[in-house]
């Protein structure tokens, strides 16, 4: 066996076909036999598969397959697996930590985002890293599916499909309108059933898109027990000018309330929130109207990674 080491991202491909032990990885490692594997897996507020379940799952395929192969796991958190300005100094640092070492490094690429692709690509054109690249398809589909990446004609074509991804986005993502004297929240043709706190929450956060300036930082930064002041006191004001006659359903408005909130019942709240925009519009769509999360446990920064053009408040 070659002295070879084979990175991957772990992509949502290769989860779905699990049961049938096929997709990209498990045929680049059939196809390319590394004595060592390290897998990629992405975490984050961004990420809405369990991509970590998944390498540790392929990870036990691997050494049922090849018991004599390596297989490593490397989490990696990214806020958005689309953006490339994330994602290639993230690659860049996992991969440099074994370009010391003797033997050859080599990339499965088809996993993962159209983003991830066009970072190996560059990693492996900047010369800072010794890396062959390689493609996969289907074996039934073809008599060769392990296939070397030329560098000077699959980078266009790859950038070419990240751009058309990013512009279908655009078209697709509709515009969040949130009506402050009725206290509703309309996404394209979905009402979300916001609780008057909910609403009040979610105002804020779209308020620092909508109305912030170019200077400032659109997440909210919580660190320590509670949050800051100021957030409890523009919930408050939020929910008295929405919803001035009407308790919410932990019966609390109206009653006097903290300075501050604590941290665990502000990130409690923020789930819920989530998970009625998750029942409204799917997984798929949610994901760029969740308010995500990012950092530390102790000084985690949140936000929604909607563009101000796709946030309306009247």
Known sequence: MVDTTLFSFVGVTDVNLLGQQRGPILTAVDGLKPKNVILIATTGAGVRYDLVGGAAQLQKIIKTISPVTKVSIVTM???????????????????????????RLIAAISSGTPSMQVCW????????????????????????????????????????LEEENAALKAIAIP????????????????????????????????????????SEEPRFRVSGMFTDESFAQKVNDYRRESFPNRADSDGTYGKRKEPMIPAEQFRSNLTKL???LQDALGDTLAVYYCIESSGPREAKTYGVRLDRSKVRIR
């Open 77 to 103: 958190d990214i806020d958005d697996p689309t953006d490339h300005n994330e994602i290639y100094p993230k690659l860049r640092e996992a991969v440099s930590m074994h370009s010391s070492k003797k033997g």
């Open 274 to 276: 989530n998970r009625k």
């Open 175 to 214: 515009q969040v309108e949130l009506s402050i004297a009725k206290g509703l929240v309309t996404i394209g043709s979905s009402i979300i059933k916001f609780s008057p706190l909910q609403f009040a929450y979610y105002r804020f956060f779209l308020e620092r898109i909508a109305r912030g300036g170019p």
């Open 121 to 160: 690509i560059l990693l492996a054109e900047s010369g800072e890293v010794k890396l062959s690249l390689y493609r996969t398809t289907e074996a039934e589909l073809t008599k060769t599916p392990v296939r070397e990446v030329r560098l000077d004609s699959s980078l266009p074509r790859i950038i070419a």
